[in-house]
């Protein structure tokens, strides 16, 4: 039978025993679920049994290709990884620019990885030719110089999932990446490290077939046109999300002193701005495979302290400010210490706030001197002396390697000044910002704070959007029932409008596109909606899908990943705002801003905040109290087994 | 008698406007060898590190334009020249 838009394989290795083998995709279950994140949760509920430990072989790591990626469908470039965190034990799916077209190129749907390799390894995939090699020549370098060497010797064009020292050594705050640019993140790197598995590469000469041709370029030509319609486009293609940077330090979203204070705003823009990356440093957009508006940048310093230092940069505002304001340095050296995180493969979001957290504990005198073998401070070379440590594990850094649930086990009262959730730390905080984006990692994401790309359609990560603009978004982007509308949008408020009931459509459209493969950073979200998805997919596959059914199969998905988290003991509980947002205020100034709603027109306490959650399971369907599906849920989703498999281990209560 | 003017067909290559999308290389192996694969396109984005270098046009390409019209960063431009 003539298979399109999927490859129609997959392939399985079993690291312990070294085999590979390759199987058919089953095809009822890619109905059901589309692919990427939808069959690796569904593989990743059937395989990974509760209460394994992240960094034993018995964790499974899922890769999956969604039906569009390995064709030009705009910017259907994301590989999905999936498997159980190494910082807080929940099952989740990352998602990464790149690798995942030239695995369909090569033949394959989808890699499902078990056991763990005695030495290290490496996967080759040259189409049918697939073995593991000897890692041992690479295991211990970084990974651009890792990722050179196979691409010397496997192919300059070919595509490398590669972890750094930091994963060998198993910090789990460690990343793998995608091409030396793209993340697989939040605990995900030390996995591959615990499996000795040091990357895996591919290169296919055979290809993907497309049912409907002549329609594929009709939906290219308009999404094509939806991007070329955006003013914002080339500012966002030579710098990223850069471009917001400037407004981001304007509107105080950038904090320094463990998320105490604002910085001066004028001050940061002329260090971090754009004015000032353009006179220090040559920047070149970077776009992964069919990616039509790329956020990426590669970045050589062409003026000042380290000269001629070349790197990548995924999420761009990361170069000048994961480390610049909080520790005081210079543009120069804060990219300095973003290449040091790429090259060592530690995550720059967990690393800089717990570098950030522990200046404070040491300057509150809950960790000395001593425990630390240094004296930390807010500058560059704490950050350096830090990350060399971290990477290492030596003494307490071996602990901040391990995250902040770490950090709060091992120091009493640390969780007074650590800012998390789910062990997490989340980009922005929501003292300052309140959106969609924020409220739906900083309280409900299953996997913990930001897990998913940061600023996403309808961009309420910015202050100030009017709730007239957010309705347009949502009509052109989203695909959301009347009722829900009118819930989410009162006919009798007029500036406000319910952030938690949109949240449950926002986390549905996005676990959607990670279904298909697709990118929905905000600059291409807002071009993709779920009849264009559907419209695409039947391109693409030859099999029809409404925009109704899109909706439903990302919600089945979003339901089996909390599924899967209810089985690890993630319930209502562990939901909610990191405490220190209710409690205390940022300095901005001579302001205290204390935690509010996106319009600023009212505060949250501790009652606002559970008002919050009921609206958002409401919304969801589920059971209010506990924060869990339903069991009508489940069935009403088609996961009846789910359901039942709940209720045999006593957490789902019977209705 | 309609009068016919022999076109000469030229393709502009601007590596430092490509970012490495392939979109121009998975539209010319679907329209000429049925599948999508930037391996078995007609052309060929040359990488110096991470950073685009050179475009490259294969012998065997019939300067049909298709590239052109999908380049989502206008880095191949189709000129016709009477």
Not at chain 1, 41 to 62: F, H
Not at chain 1, 453 to 478: D, F, N, Q
């Amino acid at each position: 039978m003539e298979v399109y838009g999927y490859a129609g394989k997959v392939l399985r290795l079993d690291l312990s025993s070294g085999s590979i083998q390759t199987e058919d995709l089953d095809m009822d279950m890619a109905k059901k679920y589309l692919g990427g994140q939808g069959t690796n949760t569904k593989l990743a509920y059937d395989m990974i049994k509760p209460g394994v430990d992240p960094l034993g072989p018995e964790n499974v790591v899922l890769l999956g290709a969604g039906p569009l990626c390995g064709t030009p469908a705009a910017s259907a470039t994301k590989v999905m990884m999936t498997t159980k965190s190494a910082i807080n034990g929940s099952i989740g799916t990352a998602g990464g620019c790149g690798f995942a077209p030239m695995l369909k190129w090569a033949g394959y749907d989808g890699i499902v990885i078990t056991g763990s390799s005695p030495k290290p390894v490496y996967l080759l995939i040259l189409d049918d030719e697939i073995k593991l090699c000897d890692a041992s020549g690479i295991w211990g370098r970084d990974i651009f110089e890792s990722t050179d060497i196979l691409r010397e010797k496997h192919g300059k064009d070919a595509s490398v999932i590669c972890i750094g020292q930091a994963s060998e050594n198993l910090c789990r705050i460690s990343l793998a990446f995608i091409d030396k640019i793209a993340h697989l993140g939040r605990g995900f790197g030390a996995v591959l490290g615990s499996k000795k598995l040091k990357a895996i590469v591919v290169r296919g000469t055979k290809g993907i077939k497309i049912a409907d041709v002549d329609m594929f370029y009709k939906m290219f030509d308009s999404l094509m046109s939806r991007a070329r319609g955006d003013r914002g486009r080339p500012r966002w293609i030579k710098y990223g999300l850069e471009a917001v940077v400037e407004p981001w330090f304007d509107n105080g979203l950038i904090l320094v002193n463990n998320r105490r204070k604002v910085p001066d705003e004028k001050e940061m823009k002329a260090k971090f701005g754009m004015k000032a990356w353009d006179e220090v440093l040559e920047l070149h957009p970077w776009a992964g495979p069919s990616c039509i508006t790329c956020d990426k940048v590669v970045a050589k310093i062409k003026k000042g302290e380290f000269k001629g230092l070349e790197t990548t940069a995924s999420f761009t505002p990361a170069l000048g400010t994961a480390f610049g304001p909080s520790f005081n340095m210079s543009l120069n050296r804060a990219v300095k210490c973003h290449d040091m995180f790429q090259r060592y493969g530690l995550d720059e979001l967990d690393g800089a706030y717990l570098m950030d957290l522990v200046v404070d504990l040491y300057n509150n005198g809950l960790i000395s001197k001593e425990d630390l073998g240094m004296e930390p401070k807010y500058n560059f070379e704490t950050v350096v002396e830090a990350t060399e440590k971290i990477v290492k594990r030596e003494g307490f850094w071996g602990i901040v390697a391990d995250g902040i649930p770490a950090v709060l086990e091992k120091v009493p009262g640390a969780d007074e000044y650590a800012i998390s959730q789910k062990g997490l730390i989340e980009y922005f905080d929501g003292r300052m910002i309140l959106g969609v984006e924020t409220f739906a990692d900083a309280m409900l994401n299953p996997r913990g704070g930001q897990t998913l790309a940061l600023v996403r359609s309808p961009s309420t990560a910015m202050p100030g959007i009017a709730r007239a603009a957010v309705e347009g978004v949502i009509a052109s982007s989203y695909y959301i029932p009347a009722g829900a509308r009118r819930r989410i949008f009162p006919a009798e408020e007029k500036e406000t409008w319910n952030v938690p009931r949109l949240a449950r459509y926002v986390q549905d459209i996005n676990t959607g596109y990670n279904c298909l493969g697709v990118c929905y950073r905000f600059i291409i979200g807002r071009i993709w909606n779920p009849v264009i998805a559907g419209a695409v997919y039947y391109a693409v596959t030859g099999t029809a899908m409404s925009a109704e059914e899109f909706m439903r199969i990302s919600e089945r998905v979003f339901n089996l990943q909390k599924a899967a988290n209810i089985r690890e003991g993630f319930d209502r509980k562990d939901d909610g705002f990191p405490k220190r947002w209710l409690t205390e205020p940022v300095k901005w100034g001579e302001k205290e801003i204390y935690l509010q709603d996106y319009t600023r027109t009212r505060y949250i306490d501790e009652k606002g905040a559970k008002a919050m959650l009921d609206d958002y399971y409401d919304e969801r369907g589920w059971d209010l109290k506990r924060g869990i599906p339903t069991k009508g849920k489940l069935v009403q989703l088609g996961l009846p087994d789910v359901a039942a498999d709940l209720e045999k281990r006593g957490v789902l209560e019977v209705q | 008698m309609e009068e016919r003017k022999l076109a000469v067909r030229k393709i502009q290559l601007h590596p430092e406007k490509c970012t490495g999308c392939m979109v121009c290389l998975m539209a010319c192996s679907l329209k000429y060898e049925g599948v999508v694969n930037p391996l078995k396109a007609r052309s060929k984005i040359i990488k110096n590190g991470e950073v685009v270098s050179k475009i490259l046009l294969s012998p065997d390409c019939t300067f049909c334009g298709l590239c052109c019209s999908v380049c989502p960063y206008d880095a191949r431009v189709l000129k016709e020249v009477s």
